[in-house]
Every structure is written in C-alpha cells, then in structure tokens.
C-alpha cells in the first residue's frame, strides 16, 4: 500500500516569532578587506562579547585577560557562496519550515530529557496506524557512542548486494535532511519525502492537543522513516540509534532481527550519565528477549553491563573482533581509517545474522580459502557515508591551478568525543602522509612537495575543548604531524535549518563569538605549554572568524596566491560544522 499524498489539506507554514532587537556589536574590520587587529582593539572587541553573551560560557576569557593577537575576519556575502546550491521547491522548504518548528527549545544539559514522556510515543504509533507496520519491518537496530553509524551503512551496503531492497536510517544529516533516509543506497526523492511528510505531519496535527503534543524533531523523524519504510516495503530495515538507546525514538520496535552495539565511550553525558557503566546501561536498553545481540571490544566497566543485560533477557551478546583486511581480497573497505575495520566486523556479523534468521544464507557462497563472499565484499567496498574520513579536493581552487595538484585539500571527519579525536587524528596523520608519498586516486589527491596542516574546528557548547584539543594535538604530535595554523568558527548551519537551501538573513546581525574565543585561548594555551612559558605566538598561529563563508574564502585566497604548498585542513569537532563545509565548497 502507498501512501496517499493529498488526504486533507496543508497546514499553514508556522509562524516566524520576531526576532528581538539588540545591541550591534561595532565591527572594527571592513567588509572588503582582512587586517590584522591591534591586541588592545581585539581585547576591547571581546569585553564587548563578554559583556552582551547573557550566558557567557565558563570558558570564556575574562575581560581583562591579555590575549594573543588574531584575526577576527568578516562575514562573507554567504548568498554568494549559496549561488550554486541546488534549490528546492517552495514545498520543500514549507516542509524544514515545519520540521524547524518541531526542534524543543530546551538546554541539551537538562537531565530532564532522559526519557522525556517516553510514553507518547505509543501515542503517536496509535495515531499514525503504525503498530502493525512496525511490527512486519526486518530490522537491524545498532546502538553505540563511536561507529553506529559506519556500521549500519556497512550493513545496509552488504545486505543491498544481496540483492534485498534496503532502508537506512541514520543521523544527523550534514547537508539536507533527506540524507537520513536512505532507499537501496540512495537518499529519498524530494517529491517521496514531501508527500510522507504531510502524510504524518496532517494526521498528528489533527490528533494532537495540550496531553498530547506535536512529537520532538527527532522522534518525527523516526516516526517519518516507520512510515516510509513500510510503505516502500523494504526486505530489510536498518536503523542507527539516535542517542542512548533505552528512551531512542528507534526502540519501539519490539522484535528486531539482531541488534548489534559499536565501541562505547565518553559522550551525550549530560543525558546518559557520567561513567561508563550508566552509559552502557542505556544503550544496552536496545538488546530485546530472543534477539541475538553481537559487540565489538569493549572497556572492562562497560562490558560487564552489557553481558549483565543479555543475560537477564536470556541471550547471549557476541564479542566480533575486527574485521581481517585478507578477508576482502586486496578490496579496500568504502569508508577510510583503520577503525572502520572494527565497524565492518560487527557489521558482517549482523548481515550475516540478518540472513541466517531470514532463510536467505542460499543467496551467498562461502568461500573456503576463508575471504568473505563476494556480495559482502562488494557492499563493504562500496559503502558511502559523508563526513566521516572523507577526502575532498576544493574544485574551485584546483580549476585555476595549472599543475595537476590540488593546493586545497579537505580532509573532514565528524569526531566530536575523545576517542573519535584520537582516531581522526591517526587517520589523518596516516593519509597526508599517504597522500605526499605516492599519487591516488581524484578523491585522495596527492600533495605538492611543501605542505601546511591546518586545523578548522568548532564543537558544540556542551563539549570539553581542555579534553578535545589536547587529544587531538597530542595524537598528531605522537605521529610527527604539526599544525601550521587554527582556525575557529562558529557553525553557519545556524542560518540554514534542517538542510535549507535558503541564504543566511541578509545584513549584519549581532554575532556572538565568545565560544571561538574561548577554543582559541584553549588551543594557544596548549600550545604555550608546549613550548614552554617563554614562548609567545607566532603571526597567525591561530584565527577566529565572525562566520564559515569568510573561512573559506581565505583558505582559497591564501592557496591560490601560493601554489606550491597544499593547504591541508583537517574539518573536525563538529558534524554539523562538517557539514557546513560540504555545502560551501560544493557549490
């Protein structure tokens, strides 16, 4: 059965609430032109941060502490950077205009969301006829802090090369929100998401009141792939946890077919708890009674809770060790790093399970030289998912070189807990270096003779940048790889919800950036430690800038004017910022 699109009438895109008038922070630089500013400037810019941030970050400097000189640069024409985009049909943006308005206006920190009337969710599988449907769905549900992600597209890849017709759900998404729904490999069609859209969005509305509110963002969304899954009838449904596991708007599916839980780490801890043993607890909340359960390696506290958890549900919860590269016969995995052959190892392990449990073992050959099939190395192979050790050539810059190399060179991974900084920071210690010894493919261009490493970063409020960044430092130092400069910004998805193609609001608004400020004084800090007490900055060791577009454009000017050195920068700290980066210097 299809899902009808016209059933009852659009509702009205919501109302956009006004925006209060503020005081406008002066802007000491003008537009045209980027100029060092003077230390005693800069540090009258940042009182002035100080004194208008209603609630400045603990991090943030004191008004009166000295601070290295920088460059505060100025907010590129983003419409400009969007003239490229593709541009999505007025609906369509009606559409993220109402999904915007689902976004819960609440302090992420608020311990109060753990399980925020979990109970609604039933609700609203009532309302939207959704029990049955579920039910029917083959599902392969995966929990964890570090390669969830990774894992179900590695599983969904090796499933589809089966031959199954598939459906991935994964989150977030880094340029449009379609990319979280994924039909045989591709994201959904802007025409199939509108009409499942309104399809949900007119029955909840309907049905919904003061008891029973309009579901979060997240939970619409989860609720959005149930439906579309269902109707799409796919052979095999494969669902990413979106936080935790217990509360996860992806647990009401009562009899999933395996479920599997990727590396666990410190992450989400102000919802999921502060050690590991109450974090494991939560995504252990995803093993179901008579389910097989397959993990990775885990730290001693975590497992124990884990295998305490299966126990009490009277299964048994695997530990798959990672994946032997010999097993894919000189193919290299689709998703770069040398983590990801633990991903691909619990991955396997519940493609296999999937197909065990579903009688359809007769659809592969096991091969008795001890590779994998040739259908699950093919879909190991092939396996895509953007933001996560992803190399990136700027085209833009590289059409004006004359040489065959490209002077800017993104390297963007979305690592944002401790551990996934340590692991970005070893994948891309391993492929600049790779990529200057000897040429690779368009995707992995090599470098120029001369090379500067560049960090680009931004994390979210919530983070611990004094744990972040000296991990990251620390791992690249440990493989003899040195950051030339820094650069902070803050995320310019904050002008573009949910994967809009609209232009940031034009004219220049109030621009907190007390948050740069306080990374950069986290990073220089570092820095002077290890160099010693004596040692002061260096002439643009690190930068702030007022937005991303601005970023960019001086990362092109300054490749452009030096052709002889790539530029190598290291995207990270930030999904969101990741994506942020993919949109700009795609279009």
């Known amino acids: 059965m299809r899902a009808s699109g016209g059933a009852s009438p659009r509702p009205a895109p919501p109302k956009r609430s006004a925006t209060p008038s503020t005081t406008k922070l002066p802007l000491p630089v003008p537009a045209s032109s980027y100029l060092a500013m003077p230390a005693p400037r800069l540090a009258h810019l940042r009182r002035l941060l100080s004194l208008h941030s ?7 400097p004191s008004p009166v ?35 915007a308005s689902l976004i819960k206006q609440k302090v992420r920190a608020d311990t109060g969301n753990r399980g ?36 179900c597209t590695f599983a969904e890849s090796i499933l589809r090369s089966c031959g199954f017709r598939t459906g991935l759900f994964t989150s977030p998404h880094l340029i449009d929100v379609r990319e979280r729904f994924r039909l045989d490999g591709l994201d959904i069609s802007e025409e199939k998401f509108i009409r499942y859209f309104w399809w949900c969005w007119n029955k909840l509305k309907v049905k919904t009141s003061d008891d029973i509110p309009m579901p979060a963002y997240f939970r619409f969304l989860a609720l959005l792939a149930f439906k ?17 596991g217990k509360y996860d708007a992806t647990n009401v599916v009562k009899a999933p077919v395996v479920c599997g839980i990727s590396s666990l780490g410190y992450d989400h801890m102000e919802i999921l708890g502060n050690s590991l043993v109450e974090i494991a607890g939560e995504k252990a909340g995803i093993l179901k009674k008579g389910v097989p359960a397959y993990t990775v390696p885990q730290p001693e506290e975590a497992m124990s809770v884990l295998k305490q958890r299966a126990s009490e549900l009277g299964v048994s919860i695997r530990i798959v060790p990672p994946l032997d590269p010999r097993q894919l016969e000189d193919q290299p995995l689709g998703l770069h790093g040398e983590h990801q052959y633990m991903n691909a190892g619990l991955a396997v392990a519940l493609a296999n399970t999937w197909l065990e449990r579903q009688g359809h073992l007769d659809r592969i050959h096991v091969k008795d030289h001890g590779t994998l ?22 085209l833009q810059v590289s059409s004006a070189c004359k040489d065959a190399n490209c002077p800017l060179v993104f390297y963007l991974d979305g690592a944002h807990s401790p551990e996934s900084m340590e692991i970005c920071a070893k994948w891309f210690s ?40 000296p991990r990251l430092l620390d791992t690249c130092a440990q493989k003899g790889l040195h950051f030339d400069q820094a650069l902070f910004v803050p995320n310019q998805s904050q002008y573009n919800k949910l994967g809009s193609h609209a232009s940031p609001p034009p004219g220049r608004e109030q621009i907190d950036l007390s948050w740069q400020l306080s990374l950069q004084t986290v990073w220089e800090d570092l820095l002077r430690g290890k160099k010693g007490l004596n040692w002061t900055s260096s002439n643009g060791a690190s930068l702030v800038f007022e937005s991303l577009p601005s970023a960019i454009k001086w990362l092109r000017e300054t490749s452009q004017q030096n052709q002889s050195t790539s530029c190598q920068v290291l995207v990270t700290g930030s999904l969101h910022l990741v994506g942020d980066v993919l949109r700009l210097i795609k279009t």
Not at 451 to 457: E, G, P, W
């Open 430 to 469: 391993h492929v600049t270096k790779k990529d200057a010894a000897q040429p690779g493919p368009l995707e992995q261009p090599r470098s120029a003779i001369n090379s500067k490493k560049i960090l680009l970063f931004n994390c979210m409020s919530v983070r611990d940048p004094q744990i972040l960044l």
């Open 116 to 151: 925020n009337q979990w109970e609604l969710m039933a609700k609203y599988l009532q309302i939207l006829e959704l029990e049955e449907p579920i039910a029917r769905l083959k599902v392969v549900h995966v929990a964890g802090t570090k390669g969830k992600g990774s894992t």
């Open 228 to 244: 579309i899954f269902s109707d799409e009838q796919v052979d095999v449904a494969v669902l990413e946890v979106g936080l935790g």
């Open 54 to 60: 209603p609630h400045p970050h603990p991090l943030a």
């Open 65 to 99: 502490r000295p601070f290295h000189p920088s460059f505060i640069l100025p907010r590129a024409m983003a419409g400009a950077a969007q003239a490229g985009a593709a541009t999505g049909s007025a609906e369509y943006e009606e559409v993220l205009g109402c999904l």
């Open 373 to 394: 099939p040739d259908q699950f190395i093919k879909g190991l192979s092939i396996a895509c998912l953007q933001g996560r050790a992803q190399i990136v050539p700027d």
